[in-house]
């Protein structure tokens, strides 16, 4: 197999869009970096809306040794942005004596665990692959209107009104 390389673009390859990204503590090493690299003040690129991310702030390996299933866990580097700010674990934060882990939100939107239900109940009728499972089982299901999908989810409504104020504020600059 031929390795394939992927490389990013120069800034400004892409237009000035508003850009927000939803997170909350189950966004965790791959996601959570993406968003806080994306939020970092080097770049300002997007906006974060939701709760803090979980905080997994490290890459673990793990060794095996043979006889006994015995294996060693060991942390091989920790996450960074590109401003140089660590990415905390929980527990590291805690044993610091702050809340400040992984990556919190310009806009904090907390869910009840009421919302968190309906969310995922909307989110669950919308799924490509519960609606195929659903389909061979033939059992019927309800496809929730984009409406629906806004009103049970707190978060994404205030996602989509800080887009609306960006583009807003980005014609009214435009026209001036």
């Known amino acids: 197999m031929i390795p394939l390389y992927e490389y990013a673009h120069r800034g400004g390859t892409?237009?000035?869009?508003?850009?927000?990204?939803?997170?909350n503590s189950s966004s965790a090493?791959?996601?959570e970096i993406v968003a806080g690299a994306l939020a970092d003040p080097k770049h300002e690129r997007a906006v974060l809306v939701g709760t803090r991310t979980h905080g997994k702030g490290s890459v673990q390996g793990i060794t095996h040794y043979p006889g006994g299933g015995s294996q060693l866990k060991y942390t091989m580097a920790y996450y960074h942005l590109p401003s140089n700010q660590r990415v905390k674990s929980r527990d590291a934060a805690k044993k610091d004596g702050t809340e400040d882990w992984g990556v919190g939100p310009d806009v904090e939107v907390k869910l009840t665990s009421k919302e968190v239900g309906d969310m995922i109940d909307v989110q669950r009728d919308n799924d490509v692959l519960v609606q195929a499972a659903r389909d061979v089982h033939s059992q019927s299901y309800k496809k929730r209107t984009l409406e629906e999908t806004v009103q049970s989810d707190p978060q994404l409504a205030v996602g989509l009104l800080i887009i609306k104020t960006k583009l807003i504020e980005a014609g009214a600059l435009a026209k001036s």
Do not use: M
């Open 29 to 31: 090493s791959a996601s």
């Open 14 to 23: 892409h237009g000035n869009y508003p850009l927000v990204i939803l997170i």
